[in-house]
């Protein structure tokens, strides 16, 4: 079984049991806090994957690195996890949680791309569009594109909507060469 899909598994059991139990925002703010160690720690990271570190000396480090700054129930899953040797899945279950909740609250991410800043106007202009599009809530992560002429390019998931100029022009020499 891939790792995604087991750390999807860990991260969906640990959702529901702190939906069921009534600590969800608990486990949330435990995980960011767990997320940014993590991200700063490139060590740490190295330590969990080492299959040279046995099982007690894994739950050892992340009880003491963790236990003071997240709540006894996210200590408890940590250890959980490093149990069933899976504490170098800690930062993809993270992530599978934050997909499963985004999931689970409706909301879904899109990257857009833009040849110039966009007006706050403009952003939340394009952001209902696409709700409205998806009738789910989105949460737009906006850069810009120094390749792109003009216009947006909006990646959800899978799907990219391009309404670049660029797109726009393609089109046209497409639908003109085919005359």
Known sequence: MSNAITGRRYALALLDVAVEAGFLETVIEDLKKIEEVLSGSHELVVALKSPLINVDVKSRILEEIFGRIVSEK?????KL??????????????????????????IINADVKSAVRL?????????????????????????????????????????????????????????????
């Open 119 to 179: 007006s706050d106007d403009q952003a939340k202009e394009l952001v209902n569009g696409l709700s409205a599009r998806t009738g789910k809530k989105i949460r737009a992560r906006m850069s810009l594109d120094e390749k792109l002429i003009g216009g947006v390019t909006v990646k959800i998931g899978d799907t990219i909507l391009d309404g670049s100029i660029q797109h726009q022009l393609h089109l046209l020499r497409a639908a003109l060469s085919t005359q």
């Open 81 to 106: 996890l490093t149990k069933k040797k899976r504490a170098n899945l800690l930062a993809g279950v993270i992530t599978e949680f934050n997909t499963l909740l985004d999931e689970r609250n409706g």
């Open 74 to 78: 996210t200590i408890i899953f940590i």
